[in-house]
């Protein structure tokens, strides 16, 4: 993967912008630590860094359609991704006479789009995000991937645009100000696992939204899908079902094993990176190379630690039991408290924002392991999401409840707002108005009644809510040290596949993810295969809980703290005196969750010297 920044401008010649455009690439460097490049233009200037995957001699950025950039007429592309039918699409291109100067998949993206204009997307199989500029046009084109895989941010100032892989990126102009207002309040304490479809946190800032592309030219910017999912009856009985879902995820590890660098799998012990790390070892075998690599994480103390509804069991027996099973060369990555207290400065950073404690700084911890050895791994994410396998699927409760499902009978940490900055962000009818805006975007099928249309509501909630939040996650954390997440299971022929698949089919006699079990039962372990959901784990840390208690204290004995011009510091007060729990922005149960809200978001309005609107 990569990094891509650029600035649109009809009034400024950019081309005296060098160093103000060198400054945005250099935030991404931790995405692109191979190489480097800009390219300028009178009204528009594009940055690239570049992590070698594909082509390493040959894939340089940013690339234009013709030998000399400076030719009038070039088109130029800054691109951040994997296509994983690149080949198939060179050939296509070759046959109606395009030729090649590399090898890259980059060049695939430019000269498709030089054949087909903005319907190129609709052709791609991968994760991609990236912008496209056409000289001759003055025309800019920002594509996100199907899925939101990839990120992509703009920010529309009087005269252009600006736009990065990251906001540090747009952060580094000085046109943008890192501002929070009203709705971005809100976002951060109302709806954290929530996020709104396209909103950048700070104020003015936008994400491109998956399966669109924007188009800016001159009359402004215009936001098109060329992608959506598209509700219709399933054709295929249980059988023809699991036949199909194991031919898609096939095909979709083997394309995702195409790399010039090394490549490893994410081993959780659960079914679905099992999955994955199976069906790998089994194209690698078909093509003769050698075992798959694997990696998962684990903490000192956690085999006795006691389960509950999110943790069912300890991954290290399960992973044991896979990676035996598959014949993997596994290494478990072991995480002492220490260490995640030293990664949070680092995780912050990564993800420009407050985000989900020492979850994110484990993950962090595991990343940066596994790039001393691969640089793509591929990860079992968004399963639960496209077959149904979180516990609010199954939940009556959560299912009946008028709001996000996995927000149900959970206090958000916009409890602890002043009940001035309450007043004037309205945290309940921002959430409310959300999930309202969010049902009425459900692809309906006509004649569903019952619990078959709340689960298509519940799955379209996943998909466009949740899986944001956990993919933005995966791919911030992942680049921050230079390693390429790859996710087969939102491969988009699968995620349409699935989507009209009847409930009954993909949850036979209520097994969770009973179609996901049945269509690999062959490649794991029964314990694996039949392990329930367990999620990602969150470590018990004494030490880290210690410290975080200590800098709360900290922050309310100091009158200067930014965090509580928004929160409550009385209610703070008074929570940590009885020794209760802040309410927590995420999902899985922690009892230091909101704690590490709290101090993140103090840390977070320092660094970033974000100003309240």
Not at 64 to 81: F, H, I, M
Not at 186 to 197: G, K, M, N, S, V
């Amino acid at each position: 993967m990569c990094g891509v920044t650029g600035w649109i401008d009809w009034e400024t010649d950019l081309r005296a912008q060098r160093r103000t455009v060198q400054a945005m690439t250099r935030t991404l460097a931790c995405r692109g630590p191979d190489a480097d490049g800009v390219w300028l233009s009178r009204h528009a200037a594009l940055g690239h860094r570049r992590l070698s995957v594909i082509d390493l001699a040959g894939g340089a950025q940013p690339l234009a359609d013709r030998a000399d950039p400076e030719q009038p007429g070039a088109a130029v592309l800054a691109y951040n991704g994997e296509l994983y039918n690149h080949r198939e699409l060179r050939h296509r291109l070759t046959a109606l006479g395009h030729s090649f100067r590399t090898r890259s998949d980059t060049e695939v993206v430019l000269r498709a789009h030089l054949q087909w204009g903005a319907q190129a997307p609709t052709r791609f199989n991968g994760i991609f995000a990236y912008a496209l500029w056409d000289e001759r046009r003055r025309e800019l084109l920002l594509v996100r991937d199907r899925l939101g895989v990839k990120p992509l941010f703009w920010h529309a100032h009087r005269t252009g645009v600006l736009f990065g892989s990251e906001p540090k990126a747009v952060l580094a102009n000085p046109l943008f100000r890192a501002e929070l207002d009203a709705e971005g309040i809100a976002e951060l304490f109302a709806l954290p696992a929530a996020p709104t479809p396209g909103h950048g946190l700070f104020r003015g800032l936008r994400e491109v939204l998956p399966g669109h592309l924007v188009t800016v030219d001159r009359d402004g910017a215009r936001e098109t899908p060329y992608w959506r999912l598209r509700s219709a009856p399933h054709p295929d009985d249980g059988p023809a079902t699991r036949e199909r879902v194991r031919s898609l995820l096939a095909d979709t590890v083997q394309r995702q094993l195409i790399s010039d660098v090394p490549l490893c799998t994410l081993l959780s012990g659960g079914v679905d990176s099992s999955a994955i790390t199976a069906l790998a070892a089994v194209a690698r075998e078909q093509a003769g190379q050698g075992k798959v690599s694997s990696f998962s994480v684990d903490f000192p103390g956690s085999a006795d630690r006691a389960p509950d509804a999110w943790r069912t069991s300890a991954d290290a027996p399960f992973v044991r039991a896979a990676a035996d099973h598959i014949g993997t060369l596994h290494t478990s990555v072991l995480i002492p408290d220490d260490d995640l207290l030293d990664a949070r400065d680092a995780v912050l950073r990564a993800r420009d924002r407050p985000g989900w404690g020492e979850m994110d700084a484990s993950l962090h911890l595991l990343f940066r392991e596994v790039r001393r050895h691969s640089t793509v791994a591929l990860s079992g994410e968004v399963a639960d999401e496209v077959f149904g396998g979180y516990p609010y699927f199954h939940d009556p409760a959560a299912l009946a409840a008028d709001t996000f499902p996995w927000l149900h009978g959970r206090t958000a940490p916009a409890a602890l707002l002043r009940p001035e900055v309450a007043a004037e962000v309205r945290p309940s009818e921002y959430a409310a108005e959300a999930y309202r805006a969010s049902l009425a975007a459900v692809p309906r099928l006509d004649g569903e009644r019952g619990r078959d249309r709340r689960l298509r509501e519940v799955s379209h909630l996943a998909l466009t809510r949740w899986l944001p939040s956990l993919l933005d996650r995966v791919d911030r954390v992942s680049m921050s040290v230079g390693l390429e997440v790859r996710v087969p299971f939102a491969d988009h022929r699968l995620v349409e596949y699935l989507w009209n698949v009847p409930w009954a089919v993909k949850a036979p006699g209520g097994r969770s993810k009973g179609l996901l079990r049945d269509a690999v039962r062959d490649l794991l372990p029964p314990q694996v295969t039949d392990r329930p959901k367990s999620g990602y784990p969150s470590t018990p840390a004494v030490r880290y809980s210690e410290v975080l208690t200590e800098r709360a204290h900290g922050l309310l004995a100091d009158p200067n703290a930014p965090v509580f011009d928004l929160v409550d510091r009385a209610e703070v007060r008074r929570l940590l005196a009885e020794g209760r729990p802040l309410p927590s922005p995420r999902t899985a149960p922690n009892p230091v969750g909101g704690l590490d809200h709290l101090v993140q978001v103090d840390e977070w309005l320092r660094a970033y010297r974000v100003g309240l609107r």
